[in-house]
Protein backbone atom coordinates (compact mmCIF):
# COMPACT_ATOMS: atom_id res chain seq x y z
CA UNK A 1 0.00 0.00 0.00
CA UNK A 2 1.03 3.16 -1.03
CA UNK A 3 2.53 5.45 2.06
CA UNK A 4 0.57 8.79 0.32
CA UNK A 5 -3.22 9.42 -0.25
CA UNK A 6 -2.12 11.15 -4.27
CA UNK A 7 -1.04 9.86 -7.34
CA UNK A 8 2.19 8.80 -7.37
CA UNK A 9 3.18 10.67 -10.66
CA UNK A 10 2.32 14.08 -10.52
CA UNK A 11 1.64 16.60 -14.06
CA UNK A 12 4.36 19.18 -14.67
CA UNK A 13 8.16 19.18 -16.21
CA UNK A 14 10.62 16.86 -15.05
CA UNK A 15 14.43 16.18 -15.36
CA UNK A 16 15.43 13.27 -17.65
CA UNK A 17 19.06 14.26 -18.51
CA UNK A 18 21.80 17.23 -19.04
CA UNK A 19 22.00 18.32 -22.38
CA UNK A 20 25.35 17.26 -23.02
CA UNK A 21 24.86 13.27 -22.11
CA UNK A 22 23.55 12.67 -25.22
CA UNK A 23 25.09 14.31 -28.92
CA UNK A 24 23.60 14.63 -32.00
CA UNK A 25 22.87 11.49 -33.11
CA UNK A 26 22.88 9.61 -29.77
CA UNK A 27 20.60 7.14 -28.29
CA UNK A 28 19.73 6.55 -24.46
CA UNK A 29 17.39 3.84 -22.92
CA UNK A 30 15.62 5.71 -19.82
CA UNK A 31 12.75 4.37 -16.93
CA UNK A 32 10.95 7.02 -15.54
CA UNK A 33 7.38 7.24 -14.54
CA UNK A 34 6.99 3.46 -14.08
CA UNK A 35 7.66 3.26 -18.10
CA UNK A 36 10.46 2.62 -20.46
CA UNK A 37 11.35 5.51 -22.67
CA UNK A 38 14.05 6.61 -25.40
CA UNK A 39 16.14 9.52 -25.80
CA UNK A 40 17.63 10.37 -29.34
CA UNK A 41 19.11 13.28 -30.99
CA UNK A 42 18.65 13.52 -33.98
CA UNK A 43 21.60 14.46 -36.21
CA UNK A 44 20.26 17.90 -36.34
CA UNK A 45 20.66 18.16 -32.67
CA UNK A 46 16.56 18.18 -32.15
CA UNK A 47 16.31 15.70 -29.04
CA UNK A 48 13.28 13.81 -28.86
CA UNK A 49 11.73 11.06 -26.43
CA UNK A 50 9.28 8.31 -27.44
CA UNK A 51 8.17 4.96 -25.06
CA UNK A 52 10.72 3.11 -25.63
CA UNK A 53 9.18 -0.61 -27.25
CA UNK A 54 8.92 -1.17 -31.03
CA UNK A 55 4.98 -2.17 -31.69
CA UNK A 56 6.10 -4.26 -34.48
CA UNK A 57 7.53 -7.13 -31.76
CA UNK A 58 8.49 -5.05 -28.95
CA UNK A 59 12.11 -4.44 -28.85
CA UNK A 60 13.27 -1.56 -26.84
CA UNK A 61 14.33 0.96 -29.15
CA UNK A 62 17.13 2.52 -26.33
CA UNK A 63 19.44 -0.52 -26.45
CA UNK A 64 20.94 -1.43 -30.21
CA UNK A 65 18.54 1.84 -31.74
CA UNK A 66 20.29 4.07 -34.18
CA UNK A 67 19.62 7.83 -35.55
CA UNK A 68 19.26 7.57 -38.65
CA UNK A 69 18.04 10.46 -41.11
CA UNK A 70 16.39 12.35 -37.84
CA UNK A 71 14.61 9.20 -37.08
CA UNK A 72 15.32 6.40 -34.34
CA UNK A 73 15.46 3.26 -36.04
CA UNK A 74 14.81 -0.50 -34.56
CA UNK A 75 17.49 -1.80 -33.96
CA UNK A 76 15.68 -5.71 -34.15
CA UNK A 77 14.37 -5.11 -38.07
CA UNK A 78 15.21 -1.48 -39.23
CA UNK A 79 11.61 0.32 -38.66
CA UNK A 80 12.29 3.86 -38.25
CA UNK A 81 10.33 6.07 -36.49
CA UNK A 82 10.27 10.00 -36.37
CA UNK A 83 10.38 12.50 -33.23
CA UNK A 84 6.67 12.41 -33.32
CA UNK A 85 6.37 8.79 -32.87
CA UNK A 86 4.88 8.19 -36.40
CA UNK A 87 6.61 4.96 -38.50
CA UNK A 88 8.34 6.48 -41.53
CA UNK A 89 9.33 3.09 -42.73
CA UNK A 90 9.71 -0.11 -43.32
CA UNK A 91 12.88 -0.89 -45.30
CA UNK A 92 10.99 -4.96 -46.50
CA UNK A 93 7.47 -3.38 -47.14
CA UNK A 94 5.64 -1.23 -49.62
CA UNK A 95 2.78 -0.07 -47.03
CA UNK A 96 3.36 1.18 -43.18
CA UNK A 97 0.63 -0.19 -41.23
CA UNK A 98 -1.56 2.18 -39.83
CA UNK A 99 -1.05 1.85 -36.24
CA UNK A 100 2.71 2.08 -36.25
CA UNK A 101 3.00 4.72 -34.23
CA UNK A 102 4.90 4.98 -30.81
CA UNK A 103 4.08 7.94 -27.79
CA UNK A 104 5.71 10.60 -28.11
CA UNK A 105 6.58 13.08 -25.24
CA UNK A 106 7.03 16.79 -24.89
CA UNK A 107 10.54 17.76 -24.70
CA UNK A 108 12.25 21.10 -23.81
CA UNK A 109 16.19 21.52 -23.91
CA UNK A 110 16.45 24.75 -21.21
CA UNK A 111 19.15 26.02 -18.98
CA UNK A 112 21.29 22.39 -20.31
CA UNK A 113 19.02 20.56 -18.97
CA UNK A 114 16.38 17.58 -21.13
CA UNK A 115 12.81 17.40 -19.84
CA UNK A 116 9.79 16.14 -20.82
CA UNK A 117 6.11 17.09 -19.82
CA UNK A 118 3.83 14.40 -17.73
CA UNK A 119 0.61 14.47 -17.40
CA UNK A 120 -1.85 11.70 -15.90
CA UNK A 121 -4.55 12.43 -18.66
CA UNK A 122 -2.04 12.73 -21.61
CA UNK A 123 -2.60 16.64 -22.17
CA UNK A 124 -0.65 18.90 -23.45
CA UNK A 125 1.82 21.50 -21.40
CA UNK A 126 -0.12 23.87 -19.63
CA UNK A 127 3.15 26.14 -19.02
CA UNK A 128 6.55 26.44 -20.07
CA UNK A 129 10.31 26.80 -18.41
CA UNK A 130 11.95 29.59 -19.17
CA UNK A 131 15.55 30.59 -19.46
CA UNK A 132 18.03 31.45 -16.40
CA UNK A 133 19.91 34.32 -17.13
CA UNK A 134 23.11 32.70 -14.63
CA UNK A 135 23.07 29.47 -17.20
CA UNK A 136 25.85 30.00 -19.53
CA UNK A 137 27.34 33.70 -18.54
CA UNK A 138 30.85 34.29 -18.12
CA UNK A 139 30.01 35.72 -14.74
CA UNK A 140 29.09 31.94 -13.62
CA UNK A 141 30.69 29.14 -12.87
CA UNK A 142 29.47 25.67 -15.12
CA UNK A 143 27.27 23.45 -13.45
CA UNK A 144 28.64 21.41 -9.72
CA UNK A 145 26.37 18.33 -10.13
CA UNK A 146 24.91 16.06 -7.71
CA UNK A 147 22.70 13.37 -7.99
CA UNK A 148 20.83 10.58 -5.28
CA UNK A 149 18.13 8.25 -5.75
CA UNK A 150 15.45 8.36 -2.40
CA UNK A 151 12.69 6.53 -1.64
CA UNK A 152 9.77 9.29 -1.47
CA UNK A 153 7.24 10.66 -3.39
CA UNK A 154 8.05 14.87 -4.88
CA UNK A 155 5.41 16.67 -2.65
CA UNK A 156 7.29 15.06 0.32
CA UNK A 157 10.83 16.72 -0.52
CA UNK A 158 8.88 19.77 -1.90
CA UNK A 159 7.32 20.65 1.39
CA UNK A 160 10.67 21.13 3.16
CA UNK A 161 11.09 24.14 1.73
CA UNK A 162 8.15 25.86 3.22
CA UNK A 163 9.10 23.64 6.70
CA UNK A 164 10.84 26.05 8.98
CA UNK A 165 11.26 24.26 11.98
CA UNK A 166 12.92 21.35 10.40
CA UNK A 167 16.06 23.57 9.43
CA UNK A 168 17.00 24.29 13.09
CA UNK A 169 16.26 20.60 14.39
CA UNK A 170 17.18 18.80 11.64
CA UNK A 171 19.98 21.10 10.12
CA UNK A 172 21.14 22.48 12.95
CA UNK A 173 20.70 26.32 11.64
CA UNK A 174 21.70 29.01 14.01
CA UNK A 175 18.36 30.17 14.52
CA UNK A 176 14.91 29.05 12.81
CA UNK A 177 14.61 31.22 9.74
CA UNK A 178 11.15 33.41 8.80
CA UNK A 179 9.47 32.09 5.78
CA UNK A 180 7.21 34.43 3.41
CA UNK A 181 5.43 32.06 0.50
CA UNK A 182 3.37 33.21 -2.03
CA UNK A 183 1.38 31.03 -5.05
CA UNK A 184 1.29 32.13 -8.67
CA UNK A 185 -0.74 29.82 -10.10
CA UNK A 186 1.71 26.56 -10.83
CA UNK A 187 4.49 28.37 -9.05
CA UNK A 188 5.33 28.28 -5.49
CA UNK A 189 7.84 31.29 -4.08
CA UNK A 190 9.53 31.12 -0.31
CA UNK A 191 11.61 33.57 0.88
CA UNK A 192 13.70 33.02 4.29
CA UNK A 193 16.40 34.92 6.34
CA UNK A 194 19.46 32.83 6.92
CA UNK A 195 21.80 33.10 9.99
CA UNK A 196 25.21 30.90 8.48
CA UNK A 197 28.28 30.05 10.88
CA UNK A 198 31.07 31.00 8.26
CA UNK A 199 35.37 30.81 9.19
CA UNK A 200 34.45 34.41 9.36
CA UNK A 201 31.59 34.63 11.94
CA UNK A 202 28.01 34.35 11.44
CA UNK A 203 26.76 35.78 8.31
CA UNK A 204 23.51 36.42 7.73
CA UNK A 205 21.82 35.78 4.11
CA UNK A 206 18.91 35.36 2.32
CA UNK A 207 17.12 32.03 0.25
CA UNK A 208 14.45 32.31 -2.52
CA UNK A 209 13.43 29.47 -3.95
CA UNK A 210 10.81 29.06 -6.98
CA UNK A 211 8.91 25.59 -7.79
CA UNK A 212 7.40 25.31 -10.95
CA UNK A 213 5.45 21.90 -10.32
CA UNK A 214 7.19 18.82 -8.65
CA UNK A 215 9.66 18.12 -11.20
CA UNK A 216 11.62 21.40 -11.36
CA UNK A 217 12.59 24.29 -9.03
CA UNK A 218 15.44 27.25 -8.79
CA UNK A 219 17.06 28.34 -5.61
CA UNK A 220 18.78 31.59 -4.69
CA UNK A 221 21.70 31.77 -2.15
CA UNK A 222 22.91 35.04 -1.14
CA UNK A 223 24.88 36.55 1.82
CA UNK A 224 28.21 34.02 1.88
CA UNK A 225 28.38 33.61 -1.89
CA UNK A 226 25.50 33.75 -4.52
CA UNK A 227 24.51 30.37 -5.58
CA UNK A 228 22.15 29.08 -8.25
CA UNK A 229 20.88 25.49 -7.22
CA UNK A 230 18.80 24.18 -10.31
CA UNK A 231 16.48 21.00 -8.87
CA UNK A 232 15.39 17.95 -10.48
CA UNK A 233 13.13 15.48 -9.01
CA UNK A 234 11.99 12.70 -11.33
CA UNK A 235 9.63 9.94 -10.04
CA UNK A 236 11.18 6.69 -11.45
CA UNK A 237 8.47 3.97 -10.20
CA UNK A 238 6.59 3.37 -7.40
CA UNK A 239 8.61 3.81 -4.93
CA UNK A 240 11.98 5.97 -5.76
CA UNK A 241 12.75 9.40 -7.55
CA UNK A 242 15.57 10.75 -9.27
CA UNK A 243 17.23 13.57 -8.10
CA UNK A 244 19.58 15.86 -9.36
CA UNK A 245 21.26 19.03 -8.10
CA UNK A 246 22.97 21.25 -10.59
CA UNK A 247 24.94 24.26 -8.80
CA UNK A 248 26.43 27.62 -10.31
CA UNK A 249 28.45 30.12 -8.02
CA UNK A 250 28.54 34.13 -9.49
CA UNK A 251 32.45 34.69 -9.48
CA UNK A 252 34.32 36.80 -7.13
CA UNK A 253 37.39 38.69 -7.83
CA UNK A 254 39.71 35.68 -7.31
CA UNK A 255 38.80 32.52 -8.72
CA UNK A 256 40.54 30.80 -5.97
CA UNK A 257 37.88 32.27 -3.59
CA UNK A 258 34.65 31.32 -5.95
CA UNK A 259 35.77 27.44 -5.44
CA UNK A 260 36.53 27.74 -2.04
CA UNK A 261 33.93 29.17 -0.93
CA UNK A 262 31.26 27.71 -3.39
CA UNK A 263 32.32 23.85 -2.66
CA UNK A 264 32.15 25.12 0.88
CA UNK A 265 28.77 25.94 0.37
CA UNK A 266 27.55 22.86 -1.60
CA UNK A 267 29.36 20.32 0.69
CA UNK A 268 26.48 21.97 3.20
CA UNK A 269 23.59 21.76 0.90
CA UNK A 270 24.68 18.24 0.72
CA UNK A 271 24.55 17.44 4.60
CA UNK A 272 21.80 18.81 4.55
CA UNK A 273 20.14 16.86 2.21
CA UNK A 274 21.88 13.77 3.94
CA UNK A 275 20.21 14.22 6.93
CA UNK A 276 17.08 14.66 5.13
CA UNK A 277 17.14 11.26 3.43
CA UNK A 278 16.62 8.79 6.16
CA UNK A 279 13.09 10.94 7.34
CA UNK A 280 11.74 10.90 3.79
CA UNK A 281 12.35 7.07 3.46
CA UNK A 282 10.75 6.50 6.44
CA UNK A 283 8.08 8.71 7.00
CA UNK A 284 4.04 8.55 6.38
CA UNK A 285 1.95 11.63 5.15
CA UNK A 286 0.10 12.80 7.84
CA UNK A 287 -3.24 14.68 6.82
CA UNK A 288 -4.48 17.27 8.44
CA UNK A 289 -1.06 18.25 9.93
CA UNK A 290 -1.01 18.84 13.55
CA UNK A 291 0.65 21.96 13.40
CA UNK A 292 2.02 25.18 15.12
CA UNK A 293 2.20 28.99 14.10
CA UNK A 294 5.96 28.51 13.76
CA UNK A 295 6.12 25.48 11.54
CA UNK A 296 5.79 27.79 8.11
CA UNK A 297 3.25 28.23 5.44
CA UNK A 298 2.29 23.91 4.99
CA UNK A 299 -1.49 24.55 4.75
CA UNK A 300 -0.52 27.19 1.60
CA UNK A 301 1.72 24.45 0.10
CA UNK A 302 -0.62 22.03 0.43
CA UNK A 303 -3.65 23.97 -1.09
CA UNK A 304 -0.85 24.89 -4.17
CA UNK A 305 -0.20 21.32 -4.52
CA UNK A 306 -3.82 20.08 -5.21
CA UNK A 307 -3.46 21.57 -9.22
CA UNK A 308 -0.90 18.79 -9.96
CA UNK A 309 -2.89 16.17 -9.27
CA UNK A 310 -6.34 17.29 -11.09
CA UNK A 311 -7.03 19.24 -14.64
CA UNK A 312 -5.63 22.68 -13.83
CA UNK A 313 -8.26 24.75 -15.24
CA UNK A 314 -10.11 23.51 -11.95
CA UNK A 315 -7.65 25.20 -9.74
CA UNK A 316 -7.57 28.84 -9.74
CA UNK A 317 -4.31 30.93 -9.06
CA UNK A 318 -4.52 31.84 -5.73
CA UNK A 319 -2.17 34.85 -4.71
CA UNK A 320 -2.79 34.38 -0.96
CA UNK A 321 0.82 35.66 0.95
CA UNK A 322 1.66 33.79 4.69
CA UNK A 323 3.92 34.73 6.52
CA UNK A 324 5.15 32.80 10.05
Not at 21 to 29: A, D, L, R, S
Not at 185 to 202: Q, Y
Request: with cysteine; charged share 20%; proline share 8%.
Amino acid sequence: MSRFPFPRYPNGWFQIAYSDEVKPGGVVPLRYFGRDLVLFRSEAGAAHVLDAHCPHLGAHLGYGGTVKDGCIQCPFHAWRFDGAGACVQVPYAARIPPRARIRPWDVRDVNGLLLVWYHAEGRPPAWDIEPTPEYASPEWTPYEMRRWKIRTHNQEMAENAVDSAHFHYVHGTVEMPTSTASVEGHVLRVASDTLMRTPMGKVRGQVQSASYGFGYSLTRFTGLVETLLLAGVTPIDEEFVDVRFSFTVKKLPSGDATSTVGQAFIREIERQLGQDIPIWENKVYVNPPLVVEADGPIGLFRRWTKQFYADPAESAANPLTVTS
